[in-house]
């Protein structure tokens, strides 16, 4: 066999590779994938947005595979928190998932960010990793549709 040297670096001290690095990686594991009977439900993507004088204070990404929507991220600006933008986003993303025959919507959280909304929108937490950012804990959550 063949030694190999396995080498750590951060992400910060090789910039100029990583992104390069990074890309092979999810392009090989992407071949890999539609070589299997998963390749056939890849996710496909979608943004979801609210705009005023086009600039977007309010966005969602958010990807569709096999019958499960995933929110990736959602931001709302904070002057425009707590006016019901991230409720009406989440619920766009719900209806489309409805649309595509999905089952649910899942996400992942940090227990410091906005879980009182994501039980106010009727998601409930199904896993937790405590320890998980420097004594807070990363969230799931689901809603079934």
């Known amino acids: 066999m063949m030694p190999i040297q396995v080498r750590t670096v951060r992400k910060a001290d090789a910039q100029d590779h990583f992104e390069d690095l990074e890309r092979q990686a999810t392009s090989g594991l992407g071949a890999y ?4 009977d998963y390749g056939a439900c890849l996710h496909k993507d ?28 959602l931001w709302v600006g904070v002057e425009y928190r707590g006016r019901g933008y991230g409720a ?24 410091y960010q906005a879980v ?16 998980y950012a420097e004594g807070h804990a990363r969230l799931y959550f689901k809603k079934e549709l």
């Open 46 to 73: 979608y943004v979801a947005f609210v705009m005023e004088e086009q600039a977007p204070f309010a966005i969602a990404t958010c990807a569709h595979k096999e019958d499960w929507f995933y929110v990736r991220y």
């Open 116 to 131: 009182a909304f994501y039980h106010k929108c009727g998601y409930q937490e199904f896993a937790r990793l405590d320890g």
């Open 88 to 111: 009406r986003l989440m619920s766009a993303i719900e209806s489309l998932a409805r649309d595509k025959g999905c089952r649910g919507v899942h996400l992942v959280t940090t227990a």
């Open 33 to 36: 994938n539609l070589e299997t």
